[in-house]
């Protein structure tokens, strides 16, 4: 199989030589030119034609925002926007995915040697999928052939596996959905379906820190229902989603009959935090039958055999089809899993729910 063939354009030398090596350290990956501006950029364009354009959001001659329309009008290419950590930043990211961008990672930053590992499995995957939603063809990912491959841990790290036998107690109803690539899009379509005294939502989205916080602000100003990044103890209630903070886990939790969500740290699990497979695990042991989860769009397997859990645990669980996402591999997982109730497109899943929800 050919490798990802990848053109990196950032104005700074140092992002440009560590995400080079961050890629190339991965057998599947190949940086086939860098360019420090746009320009440079288009000019790499007509003598490679990438399968993947990770591209700078501000940048001198021409900002990214504005090259990533010209690029999308002109010759659409999977791009990932590579942004900075404030919050003018990722207001940019924003826009960049509303643009047509695929998805986001931050600027590798150096310190830690497990924060440079993490990074580089995370934007790495993020590589891989973006290669999957090129027009007109899905790329087969190859499993890597690294030597040394970090421990792709289980919601076991967070949750252990437990019983919902205690939910007979309440039944308000509970809303767990998972996504990933193409799901902030997906997310909108979803919530903007939803009136304002919904169910109660749970959400995971893959997304780094700091931007979850402006996707929610985003959300909220064109939903019904309150849309907010989740902090540790709130409540989940009629009317209101909340959403996963960034680098964080969230576990959905039960006194009496309030559900709240616990936000904390942890390991990356099925090489993501937040996971999907957290959520899900925690929703499947408090809410059980009270419980509707949904997967949506993603690559990999985050969150496939948590929805069997919850499966399991009496939950009704919804795949969103192939034909509506942006990559179908975390729905499909959990359908092979055998977790899935139902397959349905994406603007079916919004009335399925609240019908699940009466």
């Known amino acids: 199989m050919s490798k990802i063939k990848v053109l990196i354009v950032d104005d700074s030398a140092l992002v440009r030589q560590t995400l080079c090596q961050m890629l190339e350290s991965d057998p599947d990956i190949e940086v086939v030119g860098t360019a420090s501006d746009p320009y440079m950029a288009a000019e790499r364009l007509k003598s490679v034609v990438p399968d993947v354009i990770t591209l700078d ?7 990214g925002l504005t090259f990533l329309q010209k690029l999308m009008s002109q010759h659409p ?6 942004s900075s950590l404030s919050a003018t930043g990722s207001e940019s990211a924003l826009r960049a995915l509303e643009y047509g961008a695929v998805d986001i990672i931050t600027k590798p930053r150096m310190g830690a040697k497990q924060f440079i590992e993490e990074s580089r499995q995370t934007i790495c995957d993020i590589i891989k999928a ?10 087969p990912v190859a499993h890597s052939t690294l030597k040394e491959v970090a421990p792709k841990y289980s919601a076991d790290v967070i949750l ?3 019983s919902s036998r205690a939910m007979i107690q309440t039944t308000e109803k509970v809303v767990a959905v998972g996504a990933s690539t193409g799901g902030t899009e997906a997310l909108r379509i979803f919530l903007e379906m939803m009136p304002e005294d919904a169910p109660g939502i749970v959400i995971v ?3 780094p820190e700091n931007f979850t916080a402006a996707f929610a602000r985003r959300l909220d100003s064109l939903c019904r229902m309150t849309v907010k990044e989740a902090e540790d103890n709130d409540s989940v209630v009629r009317g209101r989603a909340l959403i996963a903070p960034g680098n964080r886990h969230m576990l959905l939790k039960r006194s009496g009959a309030r559900y709240y969500v616990e936000i904390k740290d942890g390991p990356l699990v099925s090489r993501h935090r937040p996971s999907v497979d957290v959520l899900f695990r925690s929703a499947a042991r408090y809410a059980g039958k009270n419980l509707v989860g949904v997967i949506m769009t993603g690559m990999g397997d985050d969150g496939a055999r948590s929805m069997k859990e919850m499966f399991d645990a009496g939950a009704t669980t919804i795949a969103q089809d192939e034909a509506t ?4 591999g975390m729905p499909a997982e959990a359908i092979k899993h055998g977790g899935v109730h139902k397959v349905l497109p994406l603007t079916q899943i919004a009335p399925e729910v609240l019908r699940l929800c009466l």
Do not use: K, S
């Open 57 to 63: 959001i501000e940048m001198p001659r021409m900002d």
């Open 160 to 162: 252990e596996r437990g």
């Open 325 to 328: 996402c942006v990559v179908f």
């Open 205 to 207: 989205q893959h997304m």
């Open 130 to 139: 973006a290669a999957a939603t090129r027009p007109g063809r899905r790329r």
């Open 77 to 82: 290419l999977p791009v990932v926007m590579c």
